[in-house]
């Protein structure tokens, strides 16, 4: 009994009792009132209490109630109903217990200013009630954030980050709300890294992007790389800028620049990685003297001197048969055959044409040909999102579910699609392992910029150390009240009260208490478990449970491509299969 009556001791969150004692009582009462008359009208009492008497009818029954035989009878039955909500009362108290949600109870929180921590179906209404009062009760719903949770169809362009280390189940996240957008027809894009994705879909269903890939569409760069600005981006992917060579690089990306503009005018927007590789590695004299065509071109970084090429020509264009040899001939090899019709374009996607589901591919295996793939891509989608031609459309949904972020490598003017590209339609759901990948990937500055674009986090489990203390400090702290057992024998109080900050979520509870964790009995039964995570960005730190959301397997989830193990030899190569 004085343990039931001792406060609560520390900051751990623990079961209120309030409801289940509420419950119980209810039970009690109610059971009490139900089983009275029940009993009585099930079993009515006798006449007289010899041997043979008959039941007292139930019209007449009021009219014995003097009797003390009756009266007894009652007694007994009232002792009866007693005990059967007493039993019922207990057992309602037990179930309400164990359902009550864990709270912070018996912690007080001073400030009202500071954020708080809910948990389980407090967190749910808690979370809900957050997002009417930003958005209105009244506002047209979107997707399910959470079981209990729905965003605001507004509320899906604030940005999702989701973090998790590896087997934390962020990924189970991500699926759930692509499956919704799916379901809904949104164009979606999804990145698959570990082949979990690419397997999940039919042939039919997807266009799979990926070079590497033998099921690959093949990216229509014509369709999409329109004007000099963007025939800069593909020179930029292609011919990366290092460190003490910049002049080469700058130059080699022009004279990139104007080779691609005179071979889209010569084919007329209908040009391919093969023949854009083939212009590249022409000699020095011919590409000068297509570009020297161009107005304002890069040919004056071509001139020749009295003994044939200069040393400053030959430096700009080892540079650019460099970036050609590395970037542009492994994707004339992968995507010379494909047919038109598996050609994906992101102008076209972008306006509702072509499948609406696309699935990018990459692998760190072939990194640096997927990250040119990814980025262009991605790129692309960017600036077509941000293209003053692509009218507002309120009932557009562009969705971008980005599993291992980090692996995309720098994705150009991403930040600006984060921030602007909500009017558009675009929704951008992404996952890290630790938010240490961002500066990684993007530099210290515009990593943190890319970072607080995602308005909505999500933390699964993480790995101890640094990310789980970086994690730590970006959810807040709060100041807390609270007991403590008394220690000190100058003190005659059996418990003192201690005042101090804490951290909303502790490194602890961010390695420990999150993740995915067994709700049944079958480990290998996904429905048998659940994912603990922690939403955060709105305030406040909402606590729930996800099911895990599983997609069956439909296709291997990676075929490798077969012009990276066949053999590239002259007059047998792709113009000779073309013809």
Same mark, same amino acid.
């Given at each position: 009994?004085?343990?039931?009556?001792?406060?609560?001791?520390?900051?751990?969150?623990?079961?209120?009792?309030?409801?289940?004692?509420?419950?119980?009582?209810?039970?009690?009462?109610?059971?009490?009132?139900?089983?009275?008359?029940?009993?009585?009208?099930?079993?009515?009492?006798?006449?007289?209490?010899?041997?043979?008497?008959?039941?007292?009818?139930?019209?007449?029954?009021?009219?014995?109630?003097?009797?003390?035989?009756?009266?007894?009878?009652?007694?007994?039955?009232?002792?009866?109903?007693?005990?059967?909500?007493?039993?019922?009362?207990?057992?309602?108290?037990?179930?309400?217990?164990?359902?009550?949600?864990?709270?912070?109870?018996?912690?007080? $929180?001073?400030?009202?200013?500071?954020?708080?921590?809910?948990?389980?179906?407090?967190?749910?209404?808690?979370?809900?009630?957050?997002?009417?009062?930003?958005?209105?009760?009244?506002?047209?719903?979107?997707?399910?954030?959470?079981?209990?949770?729905?965003?605001?169809?507004?509320?899906?362009?604030?940005?999702?980050?989701?973090?998790?280390?590896?087997?934390?189940?962020?990924?189970?996240?991500?699926?759930?709300?692509?499956? $919704?957008?799916?379901?809904?027809?949104?164009?979606?894009?999804?990145?698959?890294?570990?082949?979990?994705?690419?397997?999940?879909?039919?042939?039919?269903?997807?266009?799979?992007?990926?070079?590497?890939?033998?099921?690959?569409?093949?990216?229509?760069?014509?369709?999409?790389?329109?004007?000099?600005?963007?025939?800069?981006?593909?020179?930029?992917?292609?011919?990366?800028?290092?460190?003490?060579?910049?002049?080469?690089? $700058?130059?080699?990306?022009?004279?990139?620049?104007?080779?691609?503009?005179?071979?889209?005018?010569?084919?007329?927007?209908?040009?391919?990685?093969?023949?854009?590789?083939?212009?590249?590695?022409?000699?020095?004299?011919?590409?000068?003297?297509?570009?020297?065509?161009?107005?304002?071109?890069?040919?004056?970084?071509?001139?020749?001197?009295?003994?044939?090429?200069?040393?400053?020509?030959?430096?700009?264009?080892?540079?650019?048969?460099?970036?050609?040899?590395?970037?542009?001939?492994?994707?004339?090899?992968?995507?010379?055959?494909?047919?038109?019709?598996?050609?994906?374009?992101?102008?076209?996607?972008?306006?509702?044409?072509?499948?609406?589901?696309?699935?990018? $591919?990459?692998?760190?295996?072939?990194?640096?040909?997927?990250?040119?793939?990814?980025?262009?891509?991605?790129?692309?989608?960017?600036?077509?999102?941000?293209?003053?031609?692509?009218?507002?459309?309120?009932?557009?949904?562009?969705?971008?579910?980005?599993?291992?972020?980090?692996?995309?490598?720098?994705?150009?003017?991403?930040?600006?699609?984060?921030?602007?590209?909500?009017?558009?339609?675009?929704?951008?759901?992404?996952?890290?392992?630790?938010?240490?990948?961002?500066?990684?990937?993007?530099?210290?500055?515009?990593?943190?910029?890319?970072?607080?674009?995602?308005?909505?986090?999500?933390?699964?489990?993480?790995?101890?150390?640094?990310?789980?203390?970086?994690?730590?400090?970006?959810?807040?702290?709060?100041?807390?009240?609270?007991?403590?057992?008394?220690?000190?024998?100058?003190?005659?109080?059996?418990?003192?009260?201690?005042?101090?900050?804490?951290?909303?979520?502790?490194?602890?509870?961010?390695?420990?208490?999150?993740?995915?964790?067994?709700?049944?009995?079958?480990?290998?039964?996904?429905?048998?478990?659940?994912?603990?995570?922690?939403?955060?960005?709105?305030?406040?730190?909402?606590?729930?449970?996800?099911?895990?959301?599983?997609?069956?397997?439909?296709?291997?989830?990676?075929?490798?491509?077969?012009?990276?193990?066949?053999?590239?030899?002259?007059?047998?190569?792709?113009?000779?299969?073309?013809?």
């Amino acid at each position: 009994m004085s343990a039931f009556l001792q406060p609560h001791l520390g900051t751990a969150p623990r079961r209120s009792l309030a409801p289940s004692v509420k419950t119980a009582l209810l039970a009690m009462t109610v059971i009490t009132v139900a089983a009275m008359p029940v009993l009585t009208v099930l079993a009515l009492p006798f006449t007289d209490p010899s041997d043979g008497a008959y039941r007292i009818p139930l019209r007449q029954f009021p009219a014995y109630l003097d009797y003390p035989w009756v009266e007894l009878s009652m007694q007994r039955r009232a002792g009866l109903a007693l005990l059967c909500a007493l039993a019922g009362g207990l057992v309602a108290g037990f179930l309400a217990h164990r359902n009550t949600p864990l709270s912070d109870c018996g912690v007080m $929180q001073p400030h009202a200013d500071e954020p708080r921590h809910y948990r389980d179906e407090d967190a749910a209404r808690m979370l809900t009630g957050r997002l009417r009062g930003i958005y209105g009760a009244t506002s047209k719903m979107g997707l399910w954030l959470a079981p209990g949770v729905r965003l605001p169809r507004e509320a899906e362009g604030l940005g999702l980050l989701v973090v998790g280390d590896k087997g934390s189940g962020k990924s189970n996240i991500l699926r759930a709300l692509a499956s $919704q957008a799916m379901a809904r027809g949104d164009q979606v894009l999804l990145h698959c890294v570990k082949g979990d994705v690419a397997q999940s879909f039919d042939r039919e269903e997807t266009a799979l992007i990926g070079a590497h890939h033998a099921e690959g569409w093949a990216w229509d760069a014509a369709a999409d790389l329109v004007g000099d600005a963007a025939y800069m981006d593909l020179a930029a992917a292609v011919i990366p800028m290092s460190e003490g060579g910049a002049f080469w690089a $700058q130059s080699a990306r022009a004279v990139f620049v104007d080779v691609l503009h005179d071979l889209a005018a010569e084919h007329e927007g209908r040009w391919t990685f093969l023949d854009l590789f083939e212009r590249l590695l022409d000699e020095p004299e011919a590409i000068r003297a297509r570009v020297a065509r161009l107005d304002l071109s890069a040919s004056p970084l071509l001139g020749q001197g009295e003994d044939g090429i200069g040393n400053t020509t030959f430096g700009v264009m080892a540079t650019l048969w460099s970036g050609a040899l590395a970037g542009i001939r492994p994707l004339a090899l992968a995507w010379a055959n494909t047919p038109r019709e598996r050609r994906f374009s992101v102008r076209r996607w972008l306006r509702g044409q072509g499948p609406r589901t696309v699935v990018l $591919q990459t692998t760190s295996e072939y990194e640096v040909l997927s990250s040119l793939v990814s980025t262009t891509v991605l790129g692309r989608v960017v600036v077509g999102i941000s293209d003053p031609s692509l009218p507002v459309d309120p009932q557009r949904r562009v969705t971008l579910v980005l599993d291992e972020f980090a692996a995309l490598g720098r994705i150009p003017r991403i930040e600006t699609a984060l921030a602007l590209g909500r009017e558009k339609g675009l929704v951008v759901s992404a996952a890290v392992q630790s938010l240490a990948q961002l500066p990684v990937v993007y530099g210290a500055e515009q990593g943190q910029v890319v970072q607080d674009l995602f308005r909505l986090r999500i933390f699964s489990a993480l790995a101890t150390g640094a990310s789980a203390e970086r994690a730590e400090a970006l959810i807040g702290r709060r100041t807390l009240v609270w007991h403590e057992r008394n220690d000190d024998p100058d003190r005659k109080a059996a418990y003192r009260t201690l005042r101090g900050e804490r951290p909303l979520l502790s490194t602890t509870a961010l390695t420990r208490d999150l993740g995915v964790r067994l709700n049944g009995t079958d480990p290998e039964d996904p429905t048998h478990k659940c994912l603990r995570a922690a939403i955060t960005g709105l305030g406040d730190v909402y606590e729930l449970d996800w099911p895990l959301t599983v997609w069956p397997k439909k296709r291997e989830g990676y075929v490798a491509a077969r012009w990276l193990t066949a053999p590239r030899k002259a007059g047998h190569g792709v113009r000779a299969a073309q013809a």
